[in-house]
């Protein structure tokens, strides 16, 4: 009788089944191994933040017509918890004008919050909910980011809750105009894409740390970005919260953070090795009538150093206004005095 019996047949099965498969499983490559630098990195800063990532829902009243009796509109965004008592950090224009806000949190409770403080002139917001066991997202330093750096964006891009983004830092420095018309300056450029609805959402490094807000896009171009620099929405944030909006002073500068050259540095001692250099003076505008000129360097503002817009930003809000300060400014080599009279934002 013929057999087809191949004993190499069944070796073969018993490596695929038997104990020598339970063996090859066990000394299997774990996640970590499986993933790339860039993929781990991309998911340990995800997991980090998006327990403090919520959705928020915002009912407005609006009257279409005179006549008419106010009817209710719905939009939304996203926005990030950044205190343990639910306090959250988004856009100006997510909650602008709500009766009514629903914020929903990572474990899918949807809770009303209330409007602590708006600011549309930067285009920050804080609003509030109660709630237990709220997690709080840990703020970086947006003056430490460099142009290539890792960035995630994570937001709820058309109501899809906690979608992540990743791309790079394409720009620092940017200027870019606020809905209210005035112009906001050091944002953050990105590729991380941004869709409707991730107005307000975080947009973090690879170590888990909140660098900025995300803000806004250029339609229809594809990967040009914007995020507020979260040092510039600290500053906002505290001032919302003691004052419920900010009071500005004025000197009316286009301007940007840039370096100074080593030898100044050394030479004048300065404490900082960057200021904000002016790219334009505004017509009759405080900084025009003081005499300041494209390509000055400020470096220090009543005697405080001035190390980029938004230190800059944080010390105009505390001066008096129609009341003369001194700039400290550096033109070509020379370092000046400059006395100028900030006046108050409208």
Do not use: W
Not at 35 to 45: E, I, K
Not at 49 to 71: D, F, G, K, L, T
Not at 124 to 141: E, K
Request: include cysteine; proline fraction near 5%; hydrophobic fraction near 40%.
């Amino acid at each position: 009788m013929h057999s087809d019996f191949n004993p190499d047949f069944v070796s073969s099965l018993e490596d695929i089944s038997g104990p020598r498969a339970t063996a090859a499983a066990n000394n299997a490559p774990d996640d970590g191994v499986l993933l790339d630098a860039y993929s781990q990195a991309v998911t340990r800063a995800v997991e980090r933040v998006s327990p403090s990532v919520v959705n928020i829902e915002v009912h407005q009243s609006v009257r279409m017509r005179r006549s008419a009796e106010p009817q209710e509109r719905r939009g939304g965004g996203s926005g990030f918890i950044f205190t343990p008592d639910g306090l959250i950090l988004t856009n100006s224009h997510v909650v602008h004008d709500a009766a009514r806000i629903e914020v929903t949190v990572a474990d899918g409770r949807k809770l009303p919050a209330r409007t602590i403080g708006d600011d549309p002139a930067t285009d920050q917001a804080v609003i509030q909910i109660d709630g237990s066991g709220l997690v709080a997202a840990t703020l970086g330093d947006s003056q430490a980011l460099r142009v290539g750096q890792l960035v995630m964006a994570i937001g709820s891009p058309y109501g899809f809750q906690s979608t992540v983004t990743a791309g790079v830092v394409s720009a620092l420095g940017r200027s870019l105009r606020s809905y209210s018309g005035r112009l906001i300056e050091d944002v953050i450029q990105t590729d991380a894409s941004l869709n409707p609805g991730n107005s307000g959402g975080p947009l973090v490094a690879s170590d888990g740390r909140v660098v900025g807000v995300n803000t806004a896009t250029i339609l229809p171009a594809q990967g040009i970005c914007f995020a507020i620099g979260i040092n510039t929405a600290k500053f906002v944030a505290s001032r919302l919260l003691r004052d419920g909006r900010i009071r500005r002073s004025y000197i009316g500068v286009s301007a940007q953070t840039a370096p100074i050259h080593r030898r100044l540095v050394r030479y004048y001692d300065l404490p900082k090795e960057t200021g904000v250099i002016v790219l334009a003076a505004e017509p009759n505008s405080p900084a025009q009538r003081a005499g300041l000129r494209e390509g000055d360097v400020i470096v220090a503002l009543d005697g405080q150093p001035v190390a980029g817009v938004d230190d800059l930003h944080r010390l105009l809000s505390d001066v008096r206004t129609s009341v003369s300060s001194e700039l400290t400014v550096l033109r070509g080599t020379d370092r000046l005095k400059v006395a100028i009279q900030p006046q108050e934002a409208a």
